[in-house]
């Protein structure tokens, strides 16, 4: 599967290849919580200093929080999510990272969680 991922900017220097998109290809067979764990142990997130950056993944829904302090990403669902439920465009995945300054990711994920009614 091709798919394009962008991203927030962390800062203002940030901002100079917004939105910071890439390519990444995988098999089409890989489960999706194992792709975006691939992408971001490519390195993809900016870092930011103090350690403690949180970002949520979207594909026309939310599907993940990612927290530098974690060392796993954390599904919204309880259920696993299909790569034919992702945006699809062209033949092409689209994923987004928000970033969520230094917001307790758990706040994030609850929150998620509660808007999307997935417990």
């Given at each position: 599967m091709n798919i394009y991922v962008t991203r927030d900017s962390v800062a203002a220097g940030d901002d100079i290849d917004a939105p910071h998109g890439r390519w990444f290809s995988f098999p089409d067979t890989m489960p999706v919580m194992e792709v975006i764990a691939r992408i971001v142990t490519a390195g993809y997130l900016a870092k930011i200093s103090g350690g403690k950056a949180?970002?949520?993944?979207?594909?026309?829904?939310?599907?993940?929080?990612?927290?530098?302090?974690?060392?796993?990403?954390?599904?919204?669902?309880?259920?696993?999510?299909?790569?034919?439920?992702?945006?699809?465009k062209n033949g092409v995945i689209c994923i987004h990272f928000n970033?969520?300054?230094?917001?307790?990711?758990?706040?994030?994920?609850?929150?998620?969680?509660?808007?999307?009614?997935?417990?």
């Open positions: 949180t970002w949520s993944v979207v594909s026309g829904f939310p599907i993940a929080v990612v927290a530098q302090q974690w060392t796993e990403l954390r599904p919204v669902s309880p259920r696993d999510i299909k790569v034919s439920e992702l945006e699809n970033y969520h300054t230094q917001l307790d990711p758990e706040i994030v994920l609850e929150g998620l969680r509660r808007k999307f009614r997935f417990k």
